[in-house]
């Protein structure tokens, strides 16, 4: 009896656990692919917000990524060092972070560039993408002017332009 109550809940736990995952991949800006531009995969990701959302993403990510970053959070992004040196191909980075980017991931990725605003980075990563890589905007951190759907609209609103072209 205890044996077959402990695989009901397990199983409940499992069913819980796989519409949680599914419902957190159809979240707006979380994860969100938005097309394929030249053999190159856009996805949004700006409510990553956190280090640990962001190394979640990755995570799920095996080709190679031109990684939009940044905000005004402040953030301590070590451990995601070893997720940057195994996926990342280039970091483009947004905001006050742009320093602290760079230097943290200084010998794990060997391609960094600034960008002044969300026009300029998609425009960069449009420019240096390759086929088959994916352009990920996953902040890591917090931005003390805009929310992440304001920051995720404005990606959305650049990728959508790139596809007009």
């Given at each position: 009896?205890?044996?077959?109550?402990?695989?009901?809940?397990?199983?409940?736990?499992?069913?819980?656990?796989k519409?949680?995952?599914?419902?957190l991949?159809?979240?707006?800006h979380?994860?969100?692919?938005?097309?394929?531009?030249?053999?190159?995969?856009?996805?949004?990701?700006?409510?990553a917000?956190?280090v640990?959302?962001?190394?979640?993403?990755?995570?799920?990510?095996?080709?190679p990524?031109?990684?939009?970053?940044g905000?005004?959070?402040?953030?301590?992004?070590?451990?995601?060092?070893?997720?940057a040196?195994?996926?990342?191909?280039?970091?483009?980075?947004?905001?006050?972070?742009?320093?602290?980017?760079?230097?943290?991931?200084?010998?794990?990725?060997?391609?960094?560039?600034?960008?002044k605003?969300?026009?300029?980075?998609?425009?960069?990563?449009?420019?240096?993408?390759e086929?088959?890589?994916?352009?990920?905007f996953?902040p890591?951190c917090?931005?003390?002017?805009?929310?992440?759907s304001?920051?995720?609209?404005?990606?959305?609103?650049?990728?959508?332009?790139l596809?007009?072209?």
């Amino acid at each position: 009896m205890a044996s077959g109550i402990s695989s009901k809940i397990l199983e409940i736990r499992k069913e819980s656990i796989k519409n949680s995952m599914g419902n957190l991949q159809s979240m707006p800006h979380r994860q969100h692919y938005l097309g394929t531009i030249d053999g190159v995969m856009y996805y949004d990701d700006s409510q990553a917000e956190n280090v640990n959302a962001t190394w979640f993403t990755f995570e799920n990510i095996v080709n190679p990524v031109v990684w939009i970053v940044g905000g005004n959070g402040h953030n301590n992004y070590s451990e995601l060092i070893p997720t940057a040196k195994k996926s990342v191909r280039a970091i483009i980075s947004l905001g006050e972070e742009k320093e602290n980017i760079q230097m943290t991931f200084k010998g794990a990725v060997n391609e960094f560039y600034e960008a002044k605003d969300m026009e300029e980075a998609v425009s960069i990563a449009s420019i240096i993408a390759e086929e088959n890589d994916i352009v990920l905007f996953s902040p890591a951190c917090k931005d003390n002017v805009m929310d992440y759907s304001e920051r995720g609209a404005q990606f959305e609103q650049e990728v959508s332009k790139l596809m007009k072209e």
